[in-house]
Nanobody, 115 residues
Framework: QVQLVESGGGLVQPGESLRLSCAAS????????IGWYRQAPGKETELVAH???????YYADSVKGRFAISGDGDKRVLYLQMNSLKPEDTAVYYC?????????WGQGTQVTVSS
């Protein structure tokens, strides 16, 4: 019954910014650790950013310096600030918890970066 709902995606030009949100609901006992994933057509799902209870963060090399992950544990909302977007960032973005607390994947939110 855990549900994850991603939002905030859209069509933007290279260099622009987006802020994604992930709202978690249901029987969640621990909000962290949690991360953002993305999947481009024909490619494997990759971990983009991750945040732990302590606030420690991880970023894929391809997004370091451009993306910032944050969360509000009380509201159970995860964010991904995406700056200086590139066409290579085009993908469907998902959020999810680490194993063993992984939840069913949400619908994701489409991010398209194109000029």
């Amino acid at each position: 019954q855990v549900q994850l709902v991603e939002s905030g995606g859209g069509l933007v030009q290279p260099g622009e910014s987006l802020r994604l949100s992930c709202a978690a609901s249901g029987p969640i006992t621990r909000f962290y650790p949690i991360g953002w994933y993305r999947q481009a057509p024909g490619k494997e799902t990759e971990l983009v950013a991750h945040i732990s209870f302590s606030g420690s963060t991880y970023y894929a090399d391809s997004v370091k310096g451009r993306f910032a992950i944050s969360g509000d544990g009380d509201k159970r909302v995860l964010y991904l600030q995406m700056n200086s977007l590139k066409p290579e960032d085009t993908a469907v973005y998902y959020c999810n918890f680490d194993s063993p607390k992984r939840a069913p994947w949400g619908q994701g939110t489409q991010v398209t970066v194109s000029s």
